[in-house]
């Protein structure tokens, strides 16, 4: 008898082992298939990584304007002494120049553009000119003080679109979503870093300028200056310049694609921060 009770006994926790094992396996079942179907909501417990963080808006209003001399075609603006050193493309009419940019009249001019020759970004760093060229590889070198012949010139692998430079290195930008960090004595790149906006890269990074520790950047072909800190790559803020030129110059007509904003120049003596266009009739002083 106590054999059949021990028998019965067994027989009851094994049947209670059982029924306790599939309520677990149920329950287990059911939490899987809710986390499954919540999934496919967008609840308040699913961590969303693409959330898109706006950029800051950069406000400005036009302090001034001045007239551009519409033979210009503009890619590289720099402050110097007062005066406007001004770098020009387009094939054959290529030209690094001094301007008053007060009143647009130029007051010298080197032409340097060949049927091969297309002339890009400038940049100013310890009394030096750096002039890249588009697709001939070729860095040209002047004296500050003397534009009538450069006094070197190295070779970039890369196109050569927009140039500026920090406080040890130029910045060059070749259209891509790079900025390339350049040593200025042999030309020699030490370091790249890619420009991003939410992750997502930034492409047509073309005129440069180095402002209290970060790259403004035209893209080409839109009305957008785009603030980059050089440390990360990362887009910080964004100025929209549309209807800019209209709005000042109504009666001007630009080409479509080709006649677009582009020209960053800054002076830290005076906080003047100009931009303009390729063969805009105007500049445009901005204060933001």
């Known amino acids: 008898m106590l054999t ?12 209670i082992s059982l029924f306790t094992m599939n309520k677990f396996f149920a329950l287990a079942a059911l939490l899987v298939l809710a986390a499954c179907n919540g999934n496919d909501k967008d609840g308040p417990d699913v961590i969303d ?4 963080k706006s950029i800051p808006v950069i406000a400005y209003t036009v302090r001034a304007e001045y007239p551009h001399d519409t033979s210009a075609y503009t890619q590289g603006l720099e402050f110097h002494n007062g005066k406007l050193i001004e770098g020009t493309g387009d094939f054959k ?9 007060k009143t647009g009249k130029v007051e010298k001019k080197h032409m340097m553009g060949t049927d091969k020759i297309f002339g890009e970004g400038i940049t100013i760093f310890n009394n030096k000119i750096y002039q890249l060229t588009w697709e001939s590889h070729i860095v040209y070198v002047y004296d500050v003080n003397n534009i009538d012949k450069p006094v070197k010139t190295f070779n970039w692998p890369y196109d050569g679109w927009g140039i500026t430079h920090n406080a040890t290195d ?4 070749d259209g891509t979503a790079k900025l390339y960090f350049v040593n200025p004595d042999d030309f ?3 370091s790249t870093i890619g420009i991003t906006e939410n992750d ?9 300028e180095y402002i209290d520790g970060f790259v403004f950047a035209n893209l080409y072909q839109k009305d957008i200056i785009v603030k980059i800190d050089p440390s990360s790559g990362f887009v910080v803020g964004k100025m929209d310049l549309a209807g800019v030129i ?3 110059a109504p009666a001007y007509l630009p080409e479509a694609g080709v006649e677009v904003l582009n020209g960053i120049a800054y002076d830290s003596a005076t906080k003047k921060f100009l931009v303009t266009g ?3 009739p105007k500049m445009f002083e901005l204060k933001f």
């Open 188 to 190: 020699r790149l030490k």
């Open 4 to 15: 059949g009770l021990l028998h019965q006994n067994s027989s009851l926790l094994l049947l």
């Open 278 to 280: 390729k063969r805009w």
């Open 246 to 248: 209209q709005k000042f």
């Open 49 to 52: 990584n693409s959330i898109v």
């Open 170 to 173: 130029l910045i060059i930008s």
């Open 200 to 208: 997502s890269p930034v492409y047509q990074i073309n005129e440069l």
């Open 93 to 101: 009419n290529s030209s690094l120049r001094i301007t008053d940019y």
